[in-house]
């Protein structure tokens, strides 16, 4: 007998479906109350926003990171009321915060604006604020503590619980504070006690608590200690009020619907034959297995309806989904394994090799390839070709192909080709290559190498990611090390600047100190510098100055260093270097200066006066090695220049 004949007879059977949909809904109405509905929009509520209150703490850290490398926080040690003054209110102003705190290293706080937390501060009076501390080191090594204050971002806790339907509010000591529950009112739960959380992450349980005058449905979650100014619990709540009504609005609708489910049932019941509802049963269980992750339930086809044939579409149809289902998941492995190298290639901002080294084996692992071939080409810094391959040795990769991969990238730059091309290899095998390109710029290249119909438009997909990711992590490393040039560099010279050479200075007196070596300083200043500048002009000054700096670098060792002091002034260090032999140095270095000769300002002629002094005779530190050697160039000058003297 055909589906439709027994369709024709049971035509009540339509019925079936409108009985388990309404079932099955007033199961879910009854089994889950409006009050388990809103504790889940509570604990979630809780959650959202407590991480919106810690992503608020961090965003100020960051901030006060920022401003404390731009500040002059040496005034907080050595600096006036005024000057700390004027830091503090730029600290503020840069961050955007309400209050700052500065700690010595005993912890007694030293300076502070705008509002602040001291002990016996109402709760009442408060403003609900997060906290942001940063280290900061002194000149004398000392550590010191910037803690600063910021009230929430309130607006976005309001959205947050306002889109559940529920009310909020920040409890200090036992006083709510902003929010939109009563502002001063304390939590209680029932007996009276005051509302506990845990010192921990995860929102409470719901209780029934009393806030003012009216009885709410509450959770709380602690905030982090080390996120905000004092110890704070978030509160949400709804009134128990509104929990009733959305509780008898539940009932009533289960009950309705359990009575229609009922008498349905019972009319069309013996209507109903176990020819067409068991096999059904079946399905439905099969599938429900499937959608829990069973695939391999099988269904037995006892007929050659369309039933049956639906049984055996359904076992075809799980079939196919297990083998698409390890496909997926072999993908996915690919996919995570592929992302978590992306993050350690641009997380490789110091390291060049190991950037290469991962980028290799990232392609290699992700896509299931033989052997993967990276190269940087000569533009970036240092200027030298640097390559790295994984899976088969180096030699694998022959001059032609790399040639190609080269030109390719050079092309994609350019604009006239895309990326992906697939260049000549041996037989049986496939080579891939993708040109890690930035702004218009080839930086490198890589080649990977599959075996016979072993590629896939996914594996091409990733290796595209990969070498963009590559790319980009190259070109923040050239950006990390053009920083570090300019932050100890002198543009003019290319000497070192006068930042670095106290650095220098620190690490060479500490070195002396504790090996019991010399160290001598020289401060060279050009003798009539401003009158060349007047006369010839400055171009010829910035020619000299460049001049000046060549004849220093190649007349010391390599071990020596040569720094702009600063204007016309020169400083070299002489680590394990007495006074007596740098003097020797310095008086051949003025000679080699009065002989300089400028192609283009062939009549500039300029002679230098210069102070030495000597570790640990003439300073224990550098700021008083600087200064015996300023005063014995001093000396020089009123001798009448162009001479060498020291401290």
């Not at 100020?60 to 003054?85: I, K």
Request: overall charge negative; proline content about 3%; hydrophobic content about 45%.
């Amino acid at each position: 007998m055909k589906l439709h004949t027994k369709l024709y007879l049971f035509f009540a059977g339509i019925v079936l479906l409108p009985l388990l949909v309404m079932t099955v809904a007033a199961s879910v109405v009854l089994d889950r109350s409006a009050e388990d509905t809103y504790e889940g929009r509570l604990q979630s509520g809780l959650a959202a926003a407590a991480a919106i209150v810690s992503a608020q703490a961090q965003v100020l850290e960051g901030d006060l990171q920022v401003a404390l490398q731009n500040a002059d926080t040496g005034a907080f040690s050595s600096g006036a009321a005024v000057r700390r003054a004027a830091v503090m209110s730029t600290l503020l102003a840069d961050t955007g915060a309400a209050g700052i705190t500065v700690r010595d290293p005993s912890g007694e706080v030293v300076a502070e604006a705008g509002e602040t937390i001291k002990p016996g501060d109402s709760a009442v009076d408060l403003t609900p604020m997060i906290a942001a501390t940063a280290s900061l080191s002194q000149p004398d090594g000392a550590i010191w503590r910037v803690t600063l204050l910021k009230p929430y971002d309130t607006e976005s806790l309001s959205r947050v619980f306002s889109s559940q339907g529920l009310e909020w509010g920040v409890l200090e000591d036992t006083s709510l504070l902003a929010g939109s529950l009563p502002q001063g009112s304390d939590v209680r739960e029932e007996g009276g006690a005051s509302i506990r959380t845990a010192d921990s992450s995860a929102p409470t349980d719901a209780i029934q608590a009393q806030v003012g005058e009216e009885e709410y449905l509450a959770s709380a979650i602690m905030l982090p200690r080390d996120i905000t100014s004092s110890l704070s619990i978030l509160v949400a709540a709804v009134p128990l009020a509104a929990v009733g009504a959305a509780s008898m609005q539940a009932l009533e609708v289960g009950l309705f619907l359990m009575l229609g489910v009922a008498v349905m049932a019972g009319f069309l019941g013996f209507l109903l034959a176990r020819n067409i509802t068991l096999p059904l049963r079946e399905l439905t269980s099969a599938a429900a297995a499937g959608i829990e992750g069973d695939l391999g339930r099988t269904v037995e086809v006892k007929s050659n309806d369309e039933i049956g044939s639906l049984a055996s579409s359904f076992g075809h149809m799980q079939a196919s989904l297990r083998d698409h289902i390890g496909d997926l998941e072999e993908s996915r492995t690919q996919l995570l394994l592929a992302l978590s190298y992306a993050g350690e290639i641009l997380g490789s901002t110091s390291d060049r090799a190991r950037m290469m080294k991962t980028t290799a084996e990232a392609a290699r692992l992700a896509t299931g390839a033989s052997g993967v071939w990276v190269e940087l080409f000569a533009s970036n810094r240092p200027p030298v070709r640097s390559a790295v391959s994984t899976g088969v040795p180096s030699w694998f990769f022959d001059d032609k192909m790399k040639k190609q991969a080269a030109g390719m990238s050079e092309q994609v730059a350019a604009g006239s080709i895309t990326a992906g091309e697939i260049l000549d290899f041996g037989p049986g095998s496939e080579a891939v290559a993708y040109p890690m390109v930035h702004e218009r710029q080839a930086l490198g290249a890589m080649v990977a190498v599959f075996g016979t119909d072993e590629s896939s438009e996914e594996s091409r997909k990733m290796l595209g990611s990969l070498a963009a990711q590559a790319a980009s992590a190259v070109e923040n490393v050239n950006f990390v090390e053009l920083q570090e040039l300019l932050a100890t560099t002198d543009p003019m010279t290319s000497l070192f600047n006068f930042r670095y050479l106290c650095n220098c200075m620190d690490k060479e007196i500490s070195k002396s100190r504790r090996y019991n070596h010399k160290l001598s300083v020289a401060i060279l200043d050009l003798d009539d510098f401003k009158a060349i500048n007047d006369t010839f002009g400055h171009q010829a000054g910035d020619e000299l100055l460049r001049a000046v700096g060549d004849v220093l670098s190649s007349g010391v060792r390599d071990a020596d260093m040569v720094a702009r002091y600063g204007g016309e002034e020169f400083s070299v260090v002489f680590p394990e270097t007495d006074k007596a032999d740098a003097l020797n140095v310095v008086e051949k270095l003025r000679r080699d200066i009065a002989d300089i000769s400028l192609v283009e300002y062939p009549e500039v002629r300029v002679t230098a006066s210069i102070g030495i002094a000597g570790f640990p005779e003439d300073g224990e530190d550098k700021t008083d090695l600087l200064v015996s050697a300023d005063k014995a160039l001093y000396r020089a000058k009123a001798a009448g220049k162009n001479r060498s003297v020291a401290a």
